[in-house]
Structures are given as C-alpha cells and as structure tokens.
C-alpha cells in the first residue's frame, strides 16, 4: 500500500470526526469522506466511514484513541496507519484520516502529522466536535453556565484530577472496555463525592440515556456502560430534562430522523482491523 | 397540520460554515427565524432560507446587546407563533456563552427548546495555534468575565504544571490571566500562542509566553492556548 506519485501535489486530510453520532459530522467531513477512495479510521467512528464513504476503502487503525489503553500509551503510532498516510495518495486518490472527537486532542494527531509534516507530504487538519462537549449538549447539559461553572476542564479517564474546584466541570469519557462509574469510583476515591454527577450513557456515540446522582451514586453503579462523565454544580442542572424532549422532538427533526447515516449495527467492538470492501 | 413552534439552540462553530454538524444545517434550512448575535455568524446564517427572518441580538455600532430577558422574549415569541426559531451561538453552543440561561428560562415559560453542539471555538483555536497538548494531561477551557453575578474562574487552580488551558480573553483580560497564572506558580516561560478568527479567512496566531502575555499592550478579543508543547521543531514562522 505504500507508494507514490511524487509529480502530483497530494493533500492527506485529517478531520474530526465528532463522537460518532452521524448527526455530528461537520459539513466539511461529510464532503471528503464522500470523495475520498482511502479512508483510515478508528474503530469507534468506523461506522461514519462506512456509511459516508461508501465506495472508500476504509481501513480501521489501532492506533485508535482516545480510549484508556491508547492513553496510557501515550500519543500512539500504528505503523501501517502511517506507511498509508505517508506513502502519500496515489494519482486520483483522496486519503482521509478521520479521527474520533477533534484531532487536537486525539492520542494519535501529533505524531501522525507531525510524521507527515516531516515526510513532505501536504495535510489539512480540520476540527470537528470534541466528544467531552458534544455529548452533555445533546442532552442539554450545559459544561459551562455563567452562575456554575465557567470552567470545564477535560480529562483522561486513567489519570483524573486530584479535586474538582467549585466554578468548574470536570468530564472525561468512559469507552466500552472502560465503565463510566468505574471512571466515577476513580474520581470519588480524591474528590468530593457529594457533587453532583452525572453519566451520558452512549452508544456508537450517540446518547441514550441520562443518568443523575452525586458522584459517590454514579462510583458505585455498575450498570452504566459506555458514556461520558459531567461533575460539577452543571451536571445538576434541570436543563437535562430537555433529554426526552430532544429525542423526540427535536434530534430526528422531522422526515430524517433515523434515516441517514444511523450506525445501526455497526457495533465498534465487531470492527475488525481490515476491512474486506476492496482487500 | 400544525406545527409546534420550537427553540433550537444551536452550536455554530468557530466559523467556517462548512463547520457546522449536518444536524445544524439541517435545522437551519428549516428555519423561519435566525437570531445571532453579529452579522458575522451571517455566512452561517446563508444556510436558512432566503425568506427566513433574521435578527441581530448582539453588540452593534451603536447598540449595546440584548439584555438576556429581551432576546428570552424575543425567542419565545417567534416560537409561540408556531416558528421554527434557530438560535445560533458560537463555537459549540454552552462554553462561554448565556446559552445555558436562555434554555433555563425558555424552558420555565413552557417553550420546547433542543440543543444541538458545534465544533468547539477553543480547540478549532488551538489547532490553528500549531500547538498539541502533552498527551494523558487535562485540557481546561475557561471564560473570564468581570460581570459580578457571573462566577469567577479560578486561575489559580489552573495554573498546574503540564496541563493545558484555553481562555478566550476579552478586552485586557489577558493581562489578568497571565498575572494570576504566574503568581500561583505557573513558569514565566510557559508557551503561549495567541488565536485571532481561527477558521476564517486572515486568521492571526502569535506566539508568546505566560510573562510575554502580561507585557502586552493590547490585544484583540483572542484565545489564549496556555501550555501545551509546540508540534515539531520548527518554530513559529
């Protein structure tokens, strides 16, 4: 897979993908993963790929992020991810890196452009919406609110801060191999455990359900899966209520709801690594 | 068939319009009603229909913005006739904006409201800034503010070695962070790079540190990403 045409200017695009829900693909993303012919991907956003750019090869990368173990690891680097970004596009080629959440703070984004950077091959990155911020807003959970909290600080699920300071949001992301009141227990073992929680539960990073408590409630559910974390004064917000409201009313908005792009069954855990459409 | 008017509170992104979720333009080209705060979300606001209403609620020339409780009306209104209203804020729609109040009181005088998120300003900033964050660390994203009934933002609990924070400073707030910053430990030589219309058109980045920031003069409503290493070798050009 690794080649070049070194007559032809090429440009990588590396985008953000947003959590997964395909409501939350940018405009921008949407555009190149319908042009694109190679699109190297994560497993927890593989199904956007899919169903966004059908006639891509898509290829699932290791590399994978942000989850704990890719965390831990550091900025990860999958070498046959990169051979494929850095051989660069061949002739009439479109490589798309799309990534879970925003590049910025993807485990992966640093070395694999800085890696491309460094081989001379042409990228464009391109934000897109961060999962810690995303996913409380589906359900109208506002991060920030100007008599709460006008701080939010994001947070790896392995290694959380010490304490939450009132006038700030803590929210860190539990992925399937991980649990949210596993991360919750984390949390409550150095912080307060009093505050207020709660847990977006997702699924292929769409929310589902919305769970509320105290963070010492959430440390010792078991149930909740998937999902991303909100502590602070925000999380108890009434605003929340607005879940079933949006679900119903509002998300779908009208003709489309469902019909575009649902992952349906594209259970990230049953990606594989390579995919057959074009192998 | 009637239709039941509704608030959609909706994220705009830093910018670019090509930014915005499919379900923000979606919902905007449903639209009978666009509220922004400046004509310069009017690029995102193209995707209502032309026949749409437009109101500006924010600062102009010679008005001040809104008052919270007249854009709640303003709001209200329009979805109590039936409208579609689509509501935009930037960046991602809660961090740093009175979206969270106008939900808040929307949702206490009975109007059915959603929330629909953006690409979030601050990162858009931060990856236009050329700089990544130290990877496994925490990423704070704050808003100052000398509005009395607003809460204050703690910098002196930010100011924590390795971590990563992304400030949107108005006016000659930077001078205040970068002293706050400073005098709760954080080193004088801590990366700063400054973000100016990050998406757009001209975007501006410099780059400074924590005791070059507090020199400044003057500076434009920027972003401040405070911390994080620099990608690569390269300096800034």
Redesign the interface.
């Known amino acids: 897979m690794t080649r070049s045409d070194a007559s032809r200017p090429t440009v990588v695009e590396l985008i953000?993908g947003?959590p997964g829900d395909?409501?939350?693909?940018?405009?921008?993303a949407?555009?190149a993963l319908a042009a694109a012919t190679l699109v190297v991907t994560d497993a927890t956003v593989a199904h956007l790929a899919r169903t966004f750019a059908p006639n891509a090869e898509v290829i699932v990368s290791p590399a994978g992020g942000p989850d704990r173990e890719s965390?831990?690891r550091?900025?990860t680097v999958d070498g046959d991810t990169l051979a494929l970004l850095v051989g660069g596009p061949r002739a009439g080629e479109r490589v798309v890196r799309l990534y879970r959440g925003?590049?910025?703070?993807h485990?992966a984004?640093?070395v694999e452009?800085?890696i491309l950077?460094?081989s001379g091959v042409d990228h464009v990155?391109?934000?897109?919406?961060?999962i810690e911020?995303?996913?409380p807003?589906?359900?109208?959970i506002?991060?920030?609110?100007?008599?709460?909290?006008?701080?939010?600080?994001?947070?790896?699920p392995?290694?959380p801060?010490r304490a939450v300071?009132?006038?700030?949001t803590l929210v860190t992301v539990a992925d399937d191999a991980d649990d949210a009141g596993g991360v919750a227990a984390r949390l409550a073992r150095s912080g307060d455990t009093s505050l207020p929680a709660a847990v977006v539960a997702t699924v292929g990073g769409s929310p589902r359900t919305v769970r509320r408590g105290t963070l010492g409630d959430l440390a010792r559910d078991r149930t909740l899966g998937a999902g991303v974390l909100v502590v602070g004064a925000?999380a108890a917000?009434?605003?929340g209520?607005?879940f079933g409201?949006?679900d119903a009313?509002?998300?779908g908005?009208?003709g489309?709801a469902g019909g575009d792009?649902a992952p349906g069954g594209s259970d990230p855990d049953s990606v594989r690594q390579l995919t057959e459409d074009g192998a | 068939m009637t239709v039941?008017g509704?608030v959609?509170m909706v994220?705009a992104?830093?910018g670019?319009?090509?930014?915005?979720?499919?379900?923000a333009?979606?919902?905007l080209g449903?639209a009978d009603v666009v509220v922004t705060d400046r004509p310069a979300a009017d690029e995102v606001a193209a995707l209502a229909p032309p026949t749409a209403r437009r109101c500006y609620v924010g600062e102009a020339v010679d008005d001040p913005a809104w008052p919270l409780a007249r854009i709640v009306d303003l709001l209200a209104s329009h979805a109590g006739r039936g409208r579609q209203v689509v509501r935009l804020e930037a960046g991602?729609?809660?961090?740093?904006?009175?979206?969270?109040?106008e939900?808040?009181a929307l949702?206490a005088r009975g109007v059915?409201?959603?929330?629909?998120?953006?690409?979030?300003a601050a990162?858009?900033a931060?990856?236009a800034s050329g700089t990544?964050?130290v990877?496994?660390?925490?990423?704070?994203?704050?808003?100052?503010?000398d509005?009395p009934?607003?809460?204050?933002?703690?910098w002196d609990?930010?100011a924590?070695v390795g971590a990563t924070l992304v400030a949107f400073a108005d006016g000659a707030r930077h001078h205040e962070i970068a002293e706050r910053l400073l005098a709760a430990g954080a080193g004088a030589a801590t990366p700063v790079a400054l973000v100016c219309d990050p998406?757009r058109p001209g975007t501006q980045v410099a780059h400074t540190d924590l005791h070059g920031l507090g020199a400044m003069q003057a500076s434009p409503p920027a972003t401040l990403v405070i911390g994080p290493v620099r990608?690569?070798a390269r300096p800034h050009r």
């Open positions: 953000g947003g395909p409501d939350l693909l940018t405009l921008r949407e555009s965390i831990n550091g900025a925003d590049p910025w703070l485990p984004y640093a452009s800085a950077a460094a990155t391109v934000p897109g919406p961060l911020l995303a996913v807003t589906m359900v109208g506002p991060v920030t609110h100007r008599r709460r909290a006008m701080a939010v600080t994001v947070a790896p392995t290694d801060p300071d009132p006038g700030r925000v917000d009434d605003a209520d607005a409201a949006d009313g509002g998300v908005d009208g489309e792009g | 039941r509704v959609h994220g992104g830093p670019d319009p090509q930014l915005l979720t499919r379900r333009a979606r919902l449903a991602d729609l809660f961090v740093g904006s009175r979206a969270a109040e939900v808040e949702r059915t409201v959603t929330t629909t998120p953006g690409v979030s990162t858009a931060a990856l990544v964050p990877p496994g660390t925490t990423v704070t994203i704050a808003r100052d503010d509005d009934d607003v809460v204050p933002v703690d609990a930010l924590e998406t990608r690569g």
